[in-house]
């Protein structure tokens, strides 16, 4: 099996898995029914990339496991999400900020990612593409709306955007299989999406009249496993069936 | 208007009722019909709304990614029939945030049946298969209602809840198929939910006090105890294929009336819920009333911004 392509594909998949699965959270808890409708789509749309890449994934590592046993079946140390996107629901200010900070990264990985050689993952790519441009238009409007709205929106949202700013330089970090993958042609450079990156989100910001943060202090470790104390709960909610009742099928 | 008139106006109205016309928003309408639409109406779109909590429970633990799905495409639609019943509603002239007021003020009712806890994964599949199987029951005489905007919110409606309740048969099968620990988490939740989806269909005839009028209307086309039978000789057989057992000891096929006779209904559990005292009435209604109250300084800032946005624009006309 081509280990670096396996951790690759994890190290994209998880991301999504675990944003899904925090979105999936506020189905039925929304703020009005159109945005419980919204945030359940986007969490649809991103269970279903992971399942595709989970099954190639799969395919790869040939030793039986299937996208469940991926998904549900490893230790906390094995999920290689970035730290962002395990960070809770707060309150809708978080949860938008958090969708924000990722979408415009993962629209840009996204729109790079199509042009891998690995035909699967540029495939994959291309149909994810679409959805997240729309995740992006949501999440940025509702950044300006919360920022330009009321007095108590501005205060909570730039609140969150300060709180999560912290986990965004993670997302152009490099583990040693991204590296061999960008050589081999397959993957993408995270570290050149970065000033396009700050540019489209600074400007979203300026936008909503919310100020930048400039702290440069940031987190990082998800992407080595290595995770924040909310993930092992995360993990216990998508977990409980597959280690409750082992090797059945639903 | 004059007394006379307005009896002219009733009687062509009921004529063109009875001549199966469908009646439209700014078509004249006897005030009985508006309160009584905008309370079965508002009843049902709250039943979508709340009904999505109980599955919504298990949307994080649920034990695939692809049963995942699913259910998180299932409480999504949930929330569609909502937003379009309330949408029909509106046109009777109350407002979304009306109804809400009187749901959460316990003023108006929702459907009894979540009210209960689903405490196994195996209730996913119950609930589609016998509260949806319910559920479809009751609203596909709805169809052919008389007031247009319901009729045609409940034909969109009922195409997806029967998608549901095979959904939810299939998640029964593959238990019933799988191991002895699943087949036991079937038949657990097939114990828990069958007498309460019975109640679902509503009270005994000899209690139901809207009946007579809703018919006339075209509200109701079918008595609750006739859509109860119904119910159970379609349900009976499909328990039979799963290879489980209705938990009712009375449950016996009549081969005169070629139909099941059936057990004696618990209907002081009935009115207990109904009433508010069920197991998780409290619950539901809190996780409702907590989803509007944290959401308002959301909705504020929506509309403060799209003010905003309007002012700019004008002025920039100017």
């Known amino acids: ?250 | 208007m004059s007394e006379e008139q307005i009896k002219n106006l009733e009687a062509q109205f009921e004529a063109r009722i009875a001549r199966d016309e469908k009646i439209e928003p700014k078509d004249w309408m006897p005030e009985k019909y508006r309160k009584t639409h905008i309370r079965q109406m508002s009843q049902h779109a709250h039943s979508e709304i709340v009904g999505m909590l109980p599955e919504g429970n298990w949307i994080t633990r649920a034990p695939s990614l692809r049963r995942k799905v699913a259910l998180l495409a299932k409480v999504q639609d949930e929330a569609g029939h909502g937003l379009y019943l309330y949408s029909a509603t509106e046109t009777l002239g109350v407002s979304r945030e009306e109804m809400y007021e009187q749901l959460h003020k316990g003023k108006a009712k929702y459907s009894s049946i979540f009210n209960y806890p689903t405490i196994t994964w195996a209730d996913m599949g119950a609930i589609g298969w016998l509260v949806d199987g319910a559920a479809i029951i009751n609203q596909v005489p709805l169809c052919n209602t008389s007031y247009g905007p319901y009729a045609r919110a409940m034909i969109r409606v009922c195409k997806e809840e029967s998608f549901h309740q095979r959904q939810g048969y299939e998640i029964m099968l593959k238990l019933c198929n799988g191991t002895p620990e699943q087949k036991e988490m079937a038949q657990d939740a097939l114990n828990r939910w069958w007498w309460p989806s019975l109640m679902m269909l509503g009270p005994t005839d000899a209690e139901s006090i809207h009946t007579e009028q809703s018919m006339k209307w075209k509200l109701k086309r079918k008595s609750n105890d006739d859509l109860r039978q119904q119910f159970i000789d379609q349900t009976v057989p499909q328990a039979d294929i799963l290879g489980l057992t209705i938990p009712d000891s009375d449950l016996k096929w009549n081969e005169e009336r070629q139909s099941y006779d059936f057990g004696e209904i618990n209907w002081d559990e009935f009115w207990q819920v109904v009433k508010g005292h069920g197991p998780m009435n409290k619950v539901r209604m809190k996780a409702r009333v907590d989803a509007w109250e944290n959401g308002k300084w959301v909705r504020d800032a929506a509309m403060a911004h799209a003010e905003k946005k309007q002012e700019r624009k004008e002025k920039l006309a100017m």
Not at chain 1, 17 to 35: A, D, F, K, V
Not at chain 1, 62 to 82: Q, W
């Open chain 1, 1 to 250: 099996m081509n280990k670096n392509l396996y951790k690759y594909l994890l190290g994209i998949a998880d991301n999504s898995l675990i944003l899904g699965q925090r979105l999936g959270e506020l189905c039925g808890h929304g703020p009005s029914l159109e945005t419980d409708i919204a945030c359940t789509n986007m969490s649809l749309d991103l269970l279903g990339q992971v399942r595709s890449y989970y099954q190639y994934a799969a395919k790869i590592a040939g030793d039986g496991r299937t996208e469940d046993d991926i998904a549900m079946l490893r230790k906390e140390r094995e999920y290689f999400n970035v730290l962002l996107v395990e960070q809770p629901n707060t309150d809708f200010g978080y949860t938008m900020a958090r969708q924000f900070l990722f979408d415009v990264y993962h629209f840009l990985m996204l729109t790079e990612l199509e042009k891998s050689t690995d035909l699967n993952l540029s495939a994959i790519a291309k149909k994810s593409i679409k959805e997240v441009s729309y995740h992006k238009r949501f999440s940025s409007d509702w950044i300006k709306r919360l920022g330009d709205g009321t007095e108590e929106s501005h205060k909570r949202i730039q609140t969150a955007i300060n709180d999560l700013w912290t986990y965004t330089d993670e997302l152009f970090h490099q583990t040693e299989a991204d590296k061999a993958m960008v050589a081999e042609g397959v993957g993408v450079d995270v570290t050149k999406l970065k000033g396009a990156y700050y540019e489209e989100v600074n400007a979203v910001l300026e936008e909503a009249t919310l100020s930048v943060p400039e702290s440069k202090y940031f987190q990082k470790g998800g992407k080595q496993g290595i995770h924040t104390e909310h993930m092992g709960y995360l993990l216990a909610d998508l977990q409980y069936m597959q280690r409750a009742y082992p090797n059945m099928e639903w």
